[in-house]
C-alpha cells in the first residue's frame, strides 16, 4: 500500500487471527468469556471475513450468514470477535517482556532513570484495567426492522452480544519508558481540540517516564522534508497549547510513501506514533503499522480519530465536533437576524458535512432557528412543487424570512462535477451554498417577487478556534487512553468513545467507510421535527 488516501468504502477482505480457541469464545448469550491470558494465548482459529462496512454487517441479510443454522448467533460472535480483536506487540514478538507499569497514581514520586529491579510500587493500586474487560458495542435491542433507526443482523432482528476492548491503563506494560521514543503527528485538516490532543499525550507519557518526545510537523510530510525538524515536546512546551486554536505541530494533507515514512521512523529511533486524523490519515496510519510488523519492528501506532464532521464509525463522537455545533450557532443566528430584519429575507448558513450531515443536523436542532436542514443524506429537488424554492416561497407569504443550513457534501448532483481532488484524495466539492443563494435570487426574480438572500460560510473561523469545554474533556481522555493503549503493547488501533465508555478499535474497522446520518433514525426525526420542512422530492 503506497498511498496514504486510499479510496474509503470499497469491499475488503480482512484477515485475522484470534487469540481464543473454541470453548474460549462466546458461549453464553448473557456473559464474555475469555481466556486468562488473550495475549499469550495460542493462536488455533483463523477466520476469514468479508466485510463492506466494516461493523456494520448488520443489514437484513447478516453477509451470508445461514439463518437455517441453529448456532449462527455463536458463529457470528465468533467472527466479531475475530474481526475486533486488536493487534498486540506479542503477535510479532510472542517473548516480549512485560514489566509492572509506571503508571500509578499511588506513587507520585518522580519515575527513577533506575530500573533495575522492575518498576515496583509502593502499594497495590486498583485503578488499572483488565485486557479481558469489554464495553457493549450495541444497547438497544431492536424489536423490528422497521424500528427507526434499526440495525439489524438477521431478518427478525435478534439480539446478538458485540463486545469491544475497553481503553485504559493496564497493569503490565511491554515498553521501557528510559527506551522510548514517542512521536506525535497531526494530519489533515483543523479541527478544534488537537491541541488539547498532544498537550495529553505528552503529559501522560511524562506520566509514564518518557523523556524523548518530539512532534512531527506538518503531517506525514514531516518525515519526508528534509527542511521540517522534529519538534521537542515536554510538559513545558505544551502546558498552554489548549488556550488557542489550531495545531502545535502544523498540519497537511497527503505525504510520502509508507515504506518511507517507515524508514524515516526507523532512522529517528521511534518506538510509539500517535496519529491524529481522519479516515484517510487512519488508513496511513494502519498500512504503517503493517509496514512495521513486516519489518519486525517494535513500534506500537496508535490513532486519535479527529475528524470535525462526525464521521468516524462506530463512535458516540469525535473531538471537535461538539465545539463545531456551538460555534455554527453564532453564525446560524447572525443569519437569522438578517433574515428577520429585513423584508422577504433568507439567510443561508452553509457548514462542514462532505460526506455526513451530523453538524448541520446537530446545529439545526440546537438553534430553533432553521426552517430547512439540507445534508448530503437526504436528496432534495430545488424546483417543482415539492421543491425547496416553493417551500420557501411558502415560508415568506406565511413567515416574512427564511433561515437554511446546508451541509457542504449537499446538493451536489446540482453542481458540476470537476473530478478534481485534494491531497488527502478527496473530491473537491461545488460551493453549495453559492448555488443556493443564485437559484433562489433567480427563482423570485422571474416570479416578479422580492427577495433579500444573504449568505454566511463560517468553515474556516469554526475549525480554527478553540474546543469548548466537552470537546476539552474528550481530549483529555482520548489523549492519555492513546498512551495507555501504546504502552500495554497494542498498535493498529484507535480510541474513541463508545456508549459513553472509552474503547480500543482495530482500525480497519473503522475506516471501512464514513459514518452517516440514517434518515430514519431518531435524530434526523427530531430535526425535521424542529424544523418543520417537508419531503423534498
Not at 53 to 79: H, M, T, V
Amino acid at each position: 500500500m503506497e498511498s496514504l488516501s486510499p479510496a474509503i468504502g470499497q469491499k475488503a477482505i480482512l484477515r485475522y487471527t484470534t487469540t481464543y480457541s473454541d470453548h474460549d469464545l462466546f458461549l453464553s448469550s448473557v456473559r464474555l468469556r475469555t481466556v486468562r491470558n488473550p495475549i499469550r494465548a495460542s493462536r488455533r482459529l483463523k477466520i476469514r471475513v468479508q466485510s463492506k462496512s466494516g461493523a456494520a454487517e448488520n443489514a437484513a441479510g447478516g453477509g451470508g450468514i445461514d439463518f437455517s443454522d441453529p448456532d449462527w448467533k455463536l458463529k457470528y460472535q465468533r467472527e466479531f470477535e475475530a474481526r475486533f480483536n486488536i493487534p498486540h506487540i506479542t503477535d510479532v514478538f510472542p517473548d516480549a517482556v512485560e514489566y509492572p507499569s509506571t503508571f500509578c497514581l499511588k506513587m507520585r514520586t518522580p519515575v527513577s532513570e533506575e530500573f533495575a529491579e522492575g518498576y515496583p510500587s509502593d502499594e497495590k493500586w486498583h485503578g488499572y484495567i483488565n485486557n479481558n474487560d469489554r464495553v457493549l458495542l450495541k444497547v438497544i435491542n431492536y424489536s423490528s426492522p422497521t424500528s427507526a433507526g434499526a440495525e439489524c443482523i438477521d431478518p427478525n432482528c435478534s439480539w446478538v452480544e458485540q463486545w469491544v476492548h475497553r481503553a485504559g491503563p493496564r497493569e503490565k506494560i511491554y515498553f521501557k519508558p528510559e527506551e522510548v521514543k514517542a512521536a506525535i503527528v497531526t494530519c489533515g485538516g483543523l479541527c478544534p481540540g488537537l491541541n488539547d490532543v498532544i498537550r495529553h499525550i505528552v503529559i501522560t507519557l511524562e506520566i509514564y517516564g518518557v523523556k524523548k518526545i518530539v512532534g512531527i510537523p506538518f503531517g506525514y510530510r514531516g518525515f519526508s522534508e528534509k527542511d521540517l525538524a522534529e519538534m521537542p515536546l515536554s510538559r513545558k512546551v505544551v502546558q498552554n497549547i489548549h488556550l488557542s486554536g489550531g495545531s502545535l505541530l502544523g498540519v497537511s494533507r497527503g505525504g510520502p510513501k509508507v515504506s518511507d515514512i517507515v524508514d524515516s521512523i526507523q532512522e529517528r529511533g521511534i518506538n510509539m506514533l500517535f496519529v491524529l486524523g481522519g479516515n484517510g490519515t487512519h488508513a496511513g496510519a494502519n498500512a504503517i503499522h503493517d509496514e512495521c510488523r513486516k519489518r519486525r519492528m517494535k513500534v506500537a501506532v496508535v490513532g486519535v480519530p479527529k475528524t470535525i464532521d462526525n464521521d468516524i464509525m462506530l463512535m458516540d463522537k469525535t473531538f471537535g465536533f461538539d465545539t463545531a455545533v456551538e460555534e455554527a450557532q453564532r453564525a446560524i443566528n447572525s443569519a437569522y437576524i438578517e433574515a428577520h430584519s429585513a423584508y422577504r429575507g433568507i439567510g443561508i448558513v452553509k457548514l462542514m458535512g462532505r460526506s455526513s450531515g451530523f453538524i448541520a443536523m446537530q446545529a439545526s436542532l440546537a438553534s430553533g432557528q432553521i426552517d430547512i436542514c439540507l445534508i448530503p443524506e437526504v436528496p432534495f429537488n430545488l424546483h417543482g412543487p415539492h421543491g425547496v424554492l416553493r417551500h420557501l416561497k411558502y415560508l415568506l407569504e406565511t413567515k416574512g424570512s427564511a433561515v437554511v443550513c446546508a451541509a457542504e457534501g449537499a446538493g451536489q448532483d446540482f453542481l458540476e462535477k470537476t473530478n478534481a481532488k485534494d491531497a488527502s484524495g478527496n473530491a473537491v466539492l461545488g460551493d453549495i451554498g453559492v448555488y443556493l443563494q443564485q437559484e433562489i435570487k433567480k427563482y423570485f426574480k422571474e416570479m416578479g417577487e422580492t427577495s433579500d438572500v444573504k449568505y454566511i460560510d463560517p468553515t474556516y473561523m469554526i475549525r480554527a478556534c478553540r474546543a469548548n469545554a466537552s470537546d476539552g474533556i474528550l481530549c483529555t481522555v482520548l489523549g492519555q487512553n492513546a498512551v495507555h493503549g501504546a504502552f500495554a503493547g497494542y498498535s493498529g488501533i484507535t480510541v474513541g468513545i463508545c456508549n459513553t465508555h472509552y474503547v480500543y478499535f482495530p482500525i480497519p474497522e473503522v475506516i471501512s467507510k464514513p459514518r452517516v446520518v440514517d434518515p430514519n433514525s431518531r435524530m434526523w426525526h427530531r430535526c425535521l421535527t424542529s424544523t418543520g420542512q417537508p419531503d423534498f422530492l
